[in-house]
C-alpha cells in the first residue's frame, strides 16, 4: 500500500503561484509514475501531468507546460506541482496519484485550490 497525502492549498488571487506537494509513504519505492488530477466544480475530474521515476514527464494540455511545473524530490518521497500565473478556472480540488502497473492505484485526498478573481 501507498499512501498519499497534498498539502499547500489554499485561497490565492488570480495571478498568483501555489505550489502543492504529495508525500509518499508505504510502499513509494513500487511507484512508477506520479501524477495530478483536478476537478472542478461541476465538471469531471481531468489528468493535469505526471512525473515518471526517472523524471520524465506529461502534461495534459500544452498550454499548461508555461504555467504549470512538476517536479521530485526522491529523497523526500515527494512531488511538487508549481502553478503559476493562476486563473479562476484553475480553481479545483486536486489530487495526487501514483501508479505501479499503469493504473492510477492509489490516491490522496485531495486539496481545494480556489482562484479569485
Known amino acids: 500500500q501507498v499512501q498519499l497525502v497534498e498539502s499547500g492549498g489554499g485561497l490565492v488571487q488570480a495571478g498568483g503561484s501555489l505550489r502543492l506537494s504529495c508525500s509518499a509513504s508505504?510502499?513509494?519505492?513500487?511507484?512508477?509514475?506520479t501524477g495530478w488530477f483536478r476537478r472542478a466544480p461541476g465538471k469531471e475530474r481531468e489528468f493535469v501531468v505526471s512525473?515518471?521515476?526517472?523524471?520524465?514527464?506529461?502534461y495534459n494540455y500544452d498550454s499548461m507546460k508555461g504555467r504549470f511545473s512538476i517536479s521530485r524530490d526522491a529523497a523526500k518521497n515527494t512531488v511538487y506541482l508549481q502553478m503559476n500565473n493562476l486563473k479562476p478556472e484553475d480553481t479545483a480540488v486536486y489530487y495526487c496519484?501514483?501508479?505501479?502497473?499503469?493504473?492510477?492505484?492509489?490516491w490522496g485526498q485531495g486539496i481545494q485550490v480556489t482562484v479569485s478573481s
Open positions: 508505504g510502499r513509494s519505492d513500487s511507484v512508477a509514475v
Open positions: 496519484a501514483a501508479s505501479s502497473n499503469n493504473v492510477w492505484n492509489y
Open positions: 512525473i515518471s521515476r526517472s523524471g520524465g514527464t506529461t
